[in-house]
């Protein structure tokens, strides 16, 4: 075999290897970009993913701002944000024409706009744009990268191709999380409504859900839960007594201490919610929510209700720490006919269950937390206050 047909089989094979490895990193985009929920995390690595895989040297993603008739890049690597209308430059061509723009010298392209070279200590010498598509075929943004590192330094038909397909799975998920985003703030909405509707109903019950959901956060900061546990900590102590829409009047809103059969029937608040969060066919951010939310009133060392498992240490570590917190809180603000407690005595009577009703690890977070108490208590009441609804 001569030496011109060596090179030429290297040099298919080198191409043929090319491929499959840019399509292997096209794979792992898509896996990485359907993962992320949070959408300034998902635009960090779609750039990220931009230049690695166009081999640029930098990419800008552009997203339309539809009320200002703008284009703005959220992300541009090493550069301030950028803001251009709609129709102007090559970005803003794409993003009205939907056409892909290619362009191997862009000094010698009068649609370039130097000004963001000047301002940022940049040249830009070759640049590929492609418009992105939602599902329904609009025009969501634009994908822009910037100076091919490999020879011949321009980007090709084959990188025209690859980046279209990367803009297409950063619509999807940019689409995807800005729907996920929409349903949480749905789901915030009902939930929050649900706490203020109970509210009017008895005036205890919204700002308890409050100051337990922060005692709880700021528990579940100090034993270092992760994001999802903590989401679900969140949603868990908005809605724990959730079975309270199902106690009587009489019972929800007497004015002395329940005894006896009125105890009894009050405390099946606990079974009410497990009942109700399990027909609510949660998912999501909410999915465990139901397996937590219904056992913040059992104890460590078995008992407490409602009644069956799970008990002592299988009870999940997000319900012991919903019971310290509630505990802590029901102490401090008791309903009718109990002798509220100062914080230290509140801390002390909680020290006191430690290993017995209350998780050692939870308690001893909580005393860690002890000169904040205070002011998270005066935080989670002012956020309260920011949602209450007078339906008096």
Known sequence: MNNCAHDAQFGELEAATRKVQRLELLLQTALDL???????????????????????????????????????SRIAQRAEEIRLPIGRGIAGTVARSGEIINIPDAYRDPRFNPEFDSRTNFLTRSLL????????????????????REAPRVFTDQDEALLSALA???????????????????????????NIGMSGRDPHYGPHVFRVQAYSLALGDELGLSNGDRKTLRYS?????????????????????????????????????????DRMGLSGDLQEVPAIAPFNHKRLDAGGYPEGPPEGNDVPLLSRILAVADALDLLIHPR?????????????????????????????????????????????????????????
């Open 34 to 72: 359907s993962s992320e929920r949070d959408l300034n995390r998902l635009l960090d690595r779609i750039w990220e993913r931009l230049t690695e895989v166009m081999e640029a040297e930098r990419s800008t993603l552009f997203l339309i701002d539809e009320e200002k008739g703008e284009l703005w």
């Open 129 to 148: 744009t492609v418009p992105m598509r939602d599902r329904d075929d609009n025009i969501i943004g634009v994908a822009q990268v910037l100076n091919k």
């Open 168 to 194: 297409s799975l950063a619509a999807v998920a940019i689409e995807n999380v800005s729907l996920f985003d929409e349903q949480r703030a749905s789901i915030e909405a009902i939930i929050t409504g649900l």
């Open 237 to 277: 102590a908005l809605l724990h007594d959730l079975g309270q829409i199902g106690v009587p009047d009489t019972i929800l809103l007497k004015n002395t201490a329940l005894e006896g059969d009125e105890l009894l029937e009050f405390q099946l608040h606990a079974l009410k919610t497990k009942i109700l969060l």
């Open 336 to 392: 009718p006919g109990q002798q509220p407690l100062s914080f230290p005595q509140a801390l002390d009577s909680i020290r006191s269950e430690a290993g017995k009703a209350f998780d050692p690890a939870a308690v001893q977070a909580l005393l860690r937390l002890a000169p904040r108490l205070e002011a998270i208590e005066a935080e989670a009441e002012a956020s309260y206050e920011e949602v209450r609804v007078d339906l008096g």
